[in-house]
């Protein structure tokens, strides 16, 4: 079973960035045939949508977030996707997702913290 196994989370003070990367576990699958999300959750809720990115969208396509804080980008060719975050607060601390299709992973932890 494919997984999308994100990473690149950590410690960050206010205001940092952070890029996370999402990669496929497996080989002999297409992302490129599906929409990226980049999902995240806190303790006690629901996975919560940030974004996605469509399918058959060229590689390195660049889409911000209504927020202009997070943009997400994909690289087909390598079956990598990418969540850029920047000027980041305590509210953005959260275990972070990438998902396609009905692909999870084990999630990547984002603690904003001085």
């Known amino acids: 079973q494919l997984q999308l196994v994100a990473s690149g989370g950590g410690l960050v003070h206010p205001g940092g960035s952070l890029r996370l990367s999402c990669a496929a576990s497996?080989?002999?699958?297409?992302?490129?045939?599906?929409?990226i999300f980049w999902f995240r959750q806190v303790p006690g809720k629901g996975r919560a949508e940030i974004i996605c990115?469509?399918?058959?969208?060229?590689?390195?396509t660049y889409v911000d977030s209504e927020k202009g804080r997070f943009t997400i980008s994909r690289d087909n060719a390598k079956r990598l996707a990418f969540l850029q975050m920047t000027n980041l607060g305590p509210e953005d601390t959260a275990k972070y997702y990438c998902n396609a299709n009905t692909w999870w992973g084990p999630g990547t932890q984002v603690t904003v913290s001085e």
């Open positions: 497996a080989s002999g699958y297409t992302l490129s045939n599906f929409a």
């Open positions: 990115i469509e399918n058959g969208e060229e590689n390195k």
